[in-house]
């Protein structure tokens, strides 16, 4: 079963275990840039994600 945690996972423990807690808003950080990245090149939205930026 211990082969099978995800990525979600591992880093959570991480943080509780290691007390990095402000690793959390740089983690979030990264994750929201990527799904913009992603949805930005192949979706409707890509016009209106552009006009933000």
């Given at each position: 079963?211990?082969?099978?945690?995800?990525?979600?996972?591992?880093?959570?423990?991480?943080?509780?275990?290691?007390?990095?807690?402000w690793l959390l808003p740089i983690l979030i950080l990264l994750v929201?840039?990527?799904?913009?990245?992603?949805?930005?090149?192949?979706?409707?939205?890509?016009?209106?994600?552009?006009?933000?930026?």
């Open positions: 079963m211990e082969g099978n945690r995800s990525l979600l996972f591992e880093v959570w423990d991480f943080l509780k275990v290691r007390k990095k807690w929201m840039a990527g799904a913009l990245i992603i949805f930005g090149q192949s979706s409707a939205l890509s016009p209106f994600i552009y006009a933000l930026g």
